[in-house]
Nanobody
Framework: QVQLQESGPGLVKPSQTLSLTCTVS??????????WSWIRQPPGKGLEWIGY???????YYSPSLKSRTSISRDTSKNQFTLQLSSVTPEDTAVYYC????????????WGQGTQVTVSS
């Protein structure tokens, strides 16, 4: 059973960098052919995909967030990390990490989500 757990600060000040880590257990983040995504849900809105890092380490970001987003990984810890720079209150959301398989129509495992509030 694969499990994902998000961790990081729940409060970030405007203009700072939001940093979250997803720790994966029950499966390796380097296993072919899975991708590991970050997704968020602002209050009262739908899910928004932020980006992913693949089993090979390649990354792909949402065009609307690309200039502020970086996703990296630590294979020794089986973790991947989201960094979102220059945050504003509009970045306030519940942030999720999730896994999907290349070609699959949906994510098969999700973290429970973590609330991040951007406020001074």
């Amino acid at each position: 059973q694969v499990q994902l757990q998000e961790s990081g600060p729940g409060l970030v000040k405007p203009s700072q960098t939001l940093s979250l880590t997803c720790t994966v257990s029950g499966g390796s983040i380097t296993t072919n052919y899975y991708s590991w995504s970050w997704i968020r849900q602002p209050p009262g809105k739908g899910l928004e995909w932020i980006g992913y890092i693949s089993y090979s380490g390649s990354t792909y970001y949402s065009p609307s967030l690309k200039s502020r987003t970086s996703i990296s990984r630590d294979t020794s810890k089986n973790q991947f990390t989201l960094q979102l720079s220059s945050v504003t209150p509009e970045d306030t959301a519940v942030y999720y990490c999730a896994r999907d398989q290349v070609g699959a129509p949906e994510y098969d495992y999700w973290g429970q989500g973590t609330q991040v509030t951007v406020s001074s």
